[in-house]
């Protein structure tokens, strides 16, 4: 039998790595920018046509090539970075493997422009599916120029099964931005389709991350810094009051290099319980420096996947101090013990001897004797009728009006707490006119049914109330909307601001009047008719679009109903909110007009019943 086994073309071999390492344009963007970042560039342009399918450019200041280094990059596992396998656990450098250039060269058309500063001409290659097409000497700038033109030319399946341009647009800035949160001491600039997009000056971590996500973000930064011998951590989180319905801004660098650890995820998720709902995520920015000895990156194709020697001791290092962060700048909530205060203002002179106060005290006083102030005669008389009214005496200078009318507030709350286990409040709900309710805790509305008693969870009833509102505003089509006087503008984050663009048609007719202004900028004129004209309208807009991109991934939902969904999120009455009698009765009115009023629109219960039986076994 003759031999089976051949060794596979280049070309071949170049695109089978390809499948791994160029997975869609952000892959070849993510290459490319660190390509430039090894060379010592200090400037760096990405320029990107059609979402990466048409063209994706960088171009660098940095060192640039020789004639026959440019030559050589585009073969496999041609590397100026490592020269053996010790210099894997020594990496300071992004790019290792020396297969980058060589698989994307395999599955586009590639223009490559280099000159060193040393050099008066420069030289120019093109590769187009592995084969080298043409190699000629060329007039062009200090540094690198690589031109990705026409991804996946020769391999239509791998191009038919991209998204749509806003999904490969939105892969792309989370890449550019990766790169760019790494190295803020590197000026970054992003075009698409011949319009800036985004620039950054050189700068530290802070501006970087304001230049980047807005400047609404100096207000929101906490700093995390810390050292030990297992690494060095640096960088910011945001205050929990900023969390969001997704993990969109959680960045861990190693060594400044951008990696996925749901392990280390948790480590801040956990410094960040009970100061946030289970549901959201907090966002940060922390950047580990360690040995690269201690680690190794060589084990997945987009090297996003790290190795570490002590995983463990890192997770509590980073919740510690994260932990620590929150506390120094006073988030973490600390016990207020009762304190004695009237000595803060005193002056005292310390040569001066201090003297303890005179209590002047009348032995002979008795609170139970009729107006007597002499002493009971035998222990039968305490047993006998007390004057309570005596009692005032112990008090008397000792309060005011208004904690006197505090008292009573006190005791006519319990009186009304009585009438919920009244026989005569337990009427029928056909019979009830004026229905009486209970607040408890800011977060439940009780009341009295025929069989027992109601508890009503004010959150999940008012967005089930408003989702089938909004829900039947987008089916009709017919908006209601009130005119803002002082019409107000929002800035988004790139990524949001696609998205809003994409769904605008369908958030004006829930009563929105949104116009562009500017790059990622929007002007609100009109917003929905029930919605509180004190309402923050960049939180309201960047909720309702944390909450669409959440339904998104957990559940495909048809547009209308997830928009539905995520206003009503978003719009709900929070909890610890107080309410009047007639703002629970209209919720409890409005939630039984709806069509599945037992239900948020996620499935979960918005109101609960316990029988009388239930009740008595309580107390049994």
């Known amino acids: 039998m003759s031999d089976i086994i051949k060794l596979l073309p280049d070309s071949v071999a170049n695109q089978i790595a390809a499948g791994e390492v160029v997975q869609r344009p952000s892959s070849v963007v993510k290459e490319l920018m660190e390509n430039s970042i090894d060379a010592g560039a200090t400037d760096i342009k990405l320029i990107v046509k059609d979402a990466g399918r048409t063209l994706i450019q960088v171009t660098d200041n940095g060192h640039g090539m020789s004639e026959t280094d440019a030559r050589m990059c585009f073969e496999r596992h041609a590397t100026s970075k490592i020269s053996n396998a010790k210099d894997l656990f020594a990496l300071r450098t992004m790019g290792f493997r020396g297969e980058a250039l060589a698989s994307v060269a395999s599955v586009a058309r590639v223009e490559l422009r280099t000159r060193q500063e040393q050099n008066t001409l420069g ?123 997704t993990r969109g801004e959680q960045y861990f660098f190693v060594n400044k290099r951008y990696i996925r650890s749901p392990y280390l995820n948790h480590a801040v998720d956990y410094a960040f319980s009970e100061l946030i709902p289970d549901d959201a995520y907090p966002s940060f920015y922390i950047f580990l420096e360690i040995d690269p000895a201690q680690i190794d990156v060589n084990v997945h194709p987009t090297k996003t996947e790290i190795k570490f020697q002590d995983e463990k001791l890192l997770y509590q290092i980073i919740r510690a101090t994260v932990k620590r962060s929150l506390g120094r700048f006073n988030i973490v909530p600390t016990l207020d013990f009762e304190r004695e205060t009237a000595f803060d203002d005193a002056k005292f002179d310390k040569d001066k001897p201090v003297s303890p106060p005179v209590i002047k005290i009348d032995p002979d006083y008795n609170p139970f004797a009729g107006g007597s102030h002499s002493p009971t005669q035998s222990g039968k008389n305490l047993t006998q009728r007390a004057n309570i009214k005596n009692w005032e005496k112990l008090y008397q200078g000792t309060g005011n009006q208004e904690d006197n009318k505090k008292t009573e507030d006190i005791f006519s709350s319990q009186q009304t707490e009585q009438t919920l286990i009244s026989p005569d409040w337990n009427k029928s709900a056909e019979k009830q006119q004026g229905k009486k309710f209970m607040h408890l805790h800011g977060k439940y509305i009780l009341t009295s049914i025929k069989s027992g008693m109601m508890v009503i969870d004010q959150q999940r009833a008012h967005e089930r109330i408003l989702f089938e509102k909004h829900l039947k505003m987008l089916e009709n089509k017919k908006r209601s909307s009130q005119t803002l006087l002082y019409p107000e503008n929002i800035k988004l984050m790139e990524n949001d601001a696609e998205l809003l663009i994409e769904i605008k048609a369908e958030v004006v007719l829930l009563g929105f009047d949104i116009s562009e202004f500017g790059k990622n900028s929007f002007v609100i004129n009109a917003i929905p008719a029930d919605m509180p004209e004190n309402e923050n309208l960049q939180k309201v807009i960047e909720s309702i679009l944390e909450n669409f991109k959440k339904n998104s991934v957990d559940i495909k939902l048809d547009t209308r109903v997830n928009l539905a969904r995520s206003l009503a999120k978003s719009l709900s009455v929070k909890y610890g909110k107080s309410m009047t009698e007639e703002e629970m009765n209209a919720l409890a009115d409005d939630l039984f007009s709806c069509e599945m009023p037992y239900q948020t629109p996620s499935g979960k219960p918005t109101l609960n019943t316990l029988s009388m039986d239930e009740l008595a076994d309580k107390f049994r």
Do not use: W
């Open 123 to 245: 030289t120019e290659i093109i590769m187009e599916g592995s084969k080298l097409e043409s190699q000629n000497p060329c007039n062009c700038a200090k540094g690198t120029t690589v031109a990705v033109k026409n991804l996946f030319f020769n391999t239509p399946a791998r191009r038919n099964f991209l998204k749509s341009d806003n999904v490969e647009k939105t892969h792309i800035y989370n890449e550019f931005s990766r790169v760019s949160l790494a190295y803020p001491e590197i000026s970054f600039s992003y075009y698409h389709n011949n319009q800036l997009n985004t620039q950054t000056a050189a700068g530290n971590l802070n501006n970087r991350i304001i230049q980047l996500f807005g400047n609404s973000y100096k207000s929101r930064l906490i700093p995390v810094n810390e050292t030990t011998q297992i690494a060095n951590i640096n960088g910011f989180v945001l205050k929990p009051e900023y969390v969001k319905k």
